[in-house]
């Protein structure tokens, strides 16, 4: 393959220009290390990618686990799905913590996705952030979590535990009314914990998930997937 001359590119920012351009050339030129640099930080990328994958996996294992056994019998009590809950909101915030370390691997790849690769394929749209440099040499000199533990915690609410929390609340109500000897609010009892006070903590826990999960607010977090572009790219 010919190597393109330096009047061949379409590039209007010589400062970016090399980086950019040796992303096309035969032998990657500049962008050799760039190139490196990327494929280490993707291996970073799937390895918390996949510890994520691991908790929901067991979430949804343990979670599927306690259904059948509650529903095995009636007279298998209703706080086992309130234990799952519990074990649900445990995995959460394992999930969520791990969530905020894999926010730091994918906000470098999408760094040089957006102002390296991108820029190399299509150098007449220019760089999406002129500032990509300084930004990058900064958080390799300093690496810090870029989002709180909240919104790590709605992403994963967003995702997949809110979808989670919503089957064990339907199966609990479903336990305490269809499933119980007595009616409610007494088959909600446990112990000598009133069924009407078990209530209002179960919704009013699941409401602060919803709330947490769906309020507006502004994300720290590297972008996912934007779903509203399916169809668009042929």
Do not use: C
């Not at 001359?5 to 970016?16: C, I």
């Not at 760039?34 to 979670?63: K, N, S």
């Not at 992403?155 to 929390?165: E, G």
């Not at 502004?218 to 509203?228: G, K, N, R, V």
């Amino acid at each position: 393959m010919a190597r393109d001359s330096p009047d061949d590119g379409d590039s209007t920012d010589t400062k970016d220009e090399e980086l950019g351009r040796g992303l096309l050339e035969e032998n990657m030129g500049p962008s050799s290390a760039a190139a490196h640099l990327y494929r280490g930080e993707i291996h970073r990328m799937r390895f918390w990618r996949e510890r994520l994958d691991q908790t929901t996996y067991w979430a949804i294992v343990i979670m599927s686990a306690i259904l059948t056994w509650t529903f095995s019998s009636r007279e298998n009590p209703h706080y086992i799905l309130l234990l799952g809950m519990a074990a649900l909101t445990a995995f959460l915030f394992i999930e969520a913590r791990r969530y905020r370390g894999y926010d730091i691997w994918r906000g470098r790849v999408r760094t040089l996705q957006r102002n390296v690769f991108a820029y190399g394929l299509d150098p007449s749209a220019g760089i999406e952030d002129p500032d990509w440099r300084r930004e990058l040499s900064q958080d390799y000199r300093t690496p810090t979590i870029k989002i709180t533990i909240e919104e790590s915690v709605a992403h994963r609410l967003r995702r997949v535990y809110l979808l989670l929390f919503t089957i064990m609340l339907a199966a609990w109500v479903v336990r305490i009314a269809a499933f119980a000897a007595q009616s409610w609010p007494a088959s909600a009892a446990i112990g000598q914990i009133p069924g009407l006070l078990v209530t209002v903590v179960v919704v009013l826990s699941y409401l602060v998930a919803v709330v947490v999960a769906l309020r507006p607010r502004s994300w720290h977090s590297e972008d996912e997937l934007h779903t509203q572009s399916v169809g668009k790219h042929r």
